[in-house]
DNA sequence: TTGTAAGCGTTATCAC
DNA sequence: GTGATAACGCTTACAA
């Protein structure tokens, strides 16, 4: 079948070019007749508008970015990574926009400024991780390209953004534990460059000192959200401090990797030992033993993240909104009270 | 920062048109001092060409599309996919090629249609699934653009693939249950509408006719790759079928739902029962115990089909290929010689 | 309601 | 080596 363009479908449907393009981007003012006349050829030969020169006439693409850093095979496979940007991308779809993905590790920040943000090829953009941000945040200003963050930074109080209120969210994970009769809580968190593990840590905290319980600092670990980082901290801590009862861990696969450790320490989960996790990844559920967790809404922070872009791209959102979301307890099989020593 | 076209650029260097373009395409048959002076504008102003309108005017667009069906959270929270994604993206940006990612879910057939085959705005795709392929492979052909797909299809013989030699695999899982001295091995398969499972259930089948087990087809179940499939299918089978002391799930995500089953029947790992997986996703690392699995080159595959792709495109490569990749067994913790039932 | 014509920012052909 | 000029396929004033 031979590809049509607009004036080809004018000539078949014996109107002018102007009379397709209104018809195609239903606009007002066409006859009847007219209009009928185009969409029969239309059909007939299933004729689409191409969208690049469309592009160019009307200088936007409908097309947003989404940027990520590629921090590690591991983090990207934990299933968090996918749910955000299928919320993206559905919110998208249904607004009529595309989305372009662009991981980005560290070696290629020359490239993806080349290939993202001066080709005038995107709308919009969201910066999946505030690594990003600080690199790009002066570019996308100077620029004038819409952008949001998902994940506050107050270093960019001009910049909108979605999060889950971290600070509740620990605190209602802490909170669970201590309801449980632990008096000895550990706590592992993930990126320390993020503004999240700030609010996670504080939250831990706070939960801890409301329930008259110490904060011991020997017990707090930051370092990356990997499993390898929380079976490591947990192998260790099983050695340096017996004395804690259950963890608080910032993210499922930090879980994930702490039960590892345990297990492989003959420490038995719940029964001598709980921990709650933090994400309520798909895979929390199958864990060994199915993980306690603090949910946040990943799908749905994608999906506002867009909704907030798409509506900043098309000027009907102007004001800088910054959003947070709501995280929930999900109790499953991983705690347990607190194991009372009966003493023989 | 004022925002400059080639016709300013062109202004300010005291040239034509024609020699900006000719400077920023690195074409032949420009004077040093020429280009001394474009390029000088160029990096004063920071000119970027509008990728936008060298598109229009070269009918490509150097962006290459990733169809992928949304079979659920659970299957795309797994980690496979986002691996696969990878190495098609990081091949594709060497190559100076963006992607455009798109999830598509049955109900988003037509749109799908609608936004990305005709819209002249993708110079090929690939497809990390076969439901997909069947869809479109019409209308790829019919608007001739070049495709490659994930997973090989015999209906469709004319479409480059890659995949794993997924009969090899399978094979070489149950050869190390059958040297540990397994005799009934149970077998979980997923999809069941694709190639793979066939050649999975092939080399499930051989290895044990060739070590000389009686293939039982009770315990060859076939639904989906979830771990609430391996799941349901191991409660099952630990009621109905106590014979079985080995198990090969033809995913990894597979095998973390039928170890739950078996953790909570109290069966230990390995101790009274083996399994293996397959995928070798990162997260299999950290199951408990960890996972005995057939590990496939996912970030591998991702990178060859974009390769193909990326040659089809620039007709470097004209012949069909159909690549397939070799898988690997790694040995970890979850699979022991067969219990042998020392009678009192 | 319709059609003409001027962009949109490039590339590519072809004289010079 | 260089510079007009015609595409590329669409949108959108503006005039009719």
Redesign the interface.
Known sequence: ?EKLNIDKVAKLAHVSRSVVSRVINNHPNVSEEARRRVMEVVEMH?Y?P????R??ATQS?NQIGVLTS?IG??S????????L??GI??EC?RRGY??????YSSS?KN?LH??IL????LDGVICLNEEVTKFTADRFA?IDMPIVMVGHNPEFPEICSVDVDNYKGAYKAVKHLADLGHRRIGGIFGDQNVEETKHRISGYRKAQSDYGILVDDEVISVSSYS?KDG?QTMNKWIKEHPEITALFCASD?LA??A??AL?ENNIKIPEEFSVVGFDG???S??????LTTIEQPT?GKGEKAAKILIDKINKYQTDIVQHNMEPELIVRKSCAPAHVKTTI
Chains 1, 2 share one sequence.
Not at 50 to 53: D, P
Not at 98 to 103: G, I, K, Q
Not at 118 to 121: A, L, M, P, T
Request: aromatic share 14%.
């Open positions: 079948m299933n689409k191409n969208t690049v020169a592009n160019l693409t590629r095979d591991e990207l496979g934990n299933g968090y990574w996918t749910l940007y299928l991308f559905e779809i595309n989305v372009h993905l662009s991981f290629m490239e080349e290939l001066n080709e005038h090829r100077e499993q079976y696969t994930m990797g039960m590892l297990h990844l798909p895979i559920r199958y864990m060994i033993p199915p799908y």
